[in-house]
């Protein structure tokens, strides 16, 4: 797991809403039945260590939201593809990013809602609550990564 970079050394003058810039943690999960919950559980450490470190304010709401993201961009890349997963949270001012890599290079495609499917509303839920979504090719596999807002007064916009 690599540890959080400290506020300004990622080129920010600690000044202004950027200040929160750089803070990351990473993990890779290696393929048994504990990884979604370890995830969940490293999340929220990882906001709670830079809420009492740094100062950021998180919401009870953006704390669950996170760990729902987490739990369900882990979940599809545990479900779907073979290998390690690489799981990537990174704060951007009042927003965590949170990026899973896998080794599966297809791109995920949110169905249609149908309130009669059961499973599969991951992807629909992740781009429901979080304020910016993104997928991408990797050279090996894809990235998955989610924008979620950390407090309530942090606006967010559904992709819908």
């Known amino acids: 797991m690599r540890d959080e970079v400290p506020p300004g050394e990622d080129g920010d003058d600690?000044?202004?809403p950027a200040r929160n810039r750089g803070l990351q943690t990473a993990v890779a999960l290696e393929g048994d039945g504990t990884d979604i919950a370890?995830?969940?559980h490293l999340a929220a450490d990882f906001l709670t260590r830079v809420q009492a470190e740094y100062g950021l304010k998180?919401?009870?709401?953006?704390m669950d939201l996170?760990?729902?993201?987490?739990?369900?961009?882990?979940?599809?890349?545990r479900k779907y593809a073979p290998g390690p997963v690489l799981m990537e949270l990174r704060i951007d001012g009042e927003v965590i990013e949170v990026s899973v890599w896998d080794t599966?290079?297809?791109?995920?495609?949110?169905?249609a809602a149908d309130p009669g499917r059961l499973g599969?509303?991951?992807?629909?839920i992740v781009m429901a609550v979080a304020q910016g979504f993104e997928a991408r090719r990797e050279t090996v596999g894809k990235r998955i990564t989610a924008r979620v807002?950390?407090?309530?007064?942090?606006?967010?916009r559904s992709p819908r």
């Open 14 to 16: 600690g000044d202004g």
């Open 38 to 40: 370890l995830a969940r």
């Open 58 to 62: 998180v919401s009870s709401r953006g």
């Open 66 to 77: 996170t760990r729902l993201v987490v739990s369900e961009l882990v979940t599809n890349a």
């Open 104 to 111: 599966d290079p297809v791109l995920p495609v949110a169905r």
């Open 120 to 124: 599969q509303h991951g992807l629909e």
């Open 149 to 156: 807002p950390l407090t309530d007064e942090v606006g967010y």
